[in-house]
């Protein structure tokens, strides 16, 4: 069973950037759409970016330009790179799998979680 571990965040001031770490074990990596998600206390939870088998990267209209996704399948591990930080940002950031080849925005279509990585910006 596909087995995902987040690592990377804490806290940072707003402008500033950071770097998560998604790391996969248990299953075969490329072939998973995968996925950042992020939550914040008393909101939902809500899509942040995707690496889809199939199709372009795709990011959520509030971290375009701010955020990078990338998947490595030789290695086993994405990233979520993360700058021009607000506070708005901050959440627990969860990697999420799915074995569908196309991203979906939906939470409740990834079988597979990670634990989360707490990201704090200061204004």
């Known amino acids: 069973q596909l087995q995902l571990v987040e690592s990377g965040g804490g806290l940072v001031q707003a402008g500033g950037s950071l770097r998560l770490s998604c790391t996969t074990s248990?299953?075969?990596?490329?072939?998973?759409?995968m996925a950042w998600f992020r939550q914040a206390p008393g909101k939902e939870r809500e899509f942040v970016a995707g690496?889809?088998?199939?199709?372009?990267?795709s990011y959520a209209d509030s971290v375009k330009g701010r955020f990078t996704i990338s998947r490595h399948d030789y290695e086993n591990i994405m990233y979520l790179y993360l700058s021009d930080l607000k506070p708005d940002d901050s959440a627990l950031y969860y990697c999420?799998?799915?074995?569908?080849?196309?991203?979906?925005?939906?939470?409740?279509?990834?079988?597979?979680w990670g634990q989360g990585t707490q990201v704090t910006v200061s204004s």
């Open positions: 690496a889809p088998l199939i199709g372009r990267l």
């Open positions: 999420a799998a799915r074995s569908g080849s196309f991203t979906e925005t939906t939470g409740g279509q990834y079988a597979y």
């Open positions: 248990g299953g075969a990596f490329r072939m998973y759409t």
